[in-house]
């Protein structure tokens, strides 16, 4: 658990993060809803949420503005955070954010799913 603390700063902001390997991070992705007071949005987000709870130990955060979340799920060692906005009920995409490199990535809804099991299971 101590190997796995560090401190970094993003956009200079100084940021506690546990970096733990994705295969072993107690919460695997965290679903951001954009705003939760759209319904549409929501609806949406919960969806992706259902789905990916079945393999993996998931977290809906819909508090706060995004980046506190963003930080929140670094604190934690949550490796991705996948967003839904407004785009993403128009195109079915979503924008998936990866812990220690802080990049962000669009991506299909449905590419979603084999991303993230190559990423944490390796396949």
Sequence with gaps: MCSA???D???????SVLRFHPA???IKVAILPLMKNKEEIMAKSTEIFKKLQMRY????DAAGN????????DEV????CVTIDFDSLEDNTVTVRQRDSTEQARMNIDELYTYLAK???GF
């Design 5 to 7: 603390y560090d401190e």
């Design 9 to 15: 700063t993003v956009s200079g902001e100084k940021r």
């Design 24 to 26: 072993i991070a107690p």
């Design 57 to 60: 130990n998931v977290v809906f």
């Design 66 to 73: 995004i980046g506190r979340r963003y930080r929140r799920m």
């Design 77 to 80: 060692g949550t490796p991705f």
């Design 119 to 121: 990423e944490i299971e």
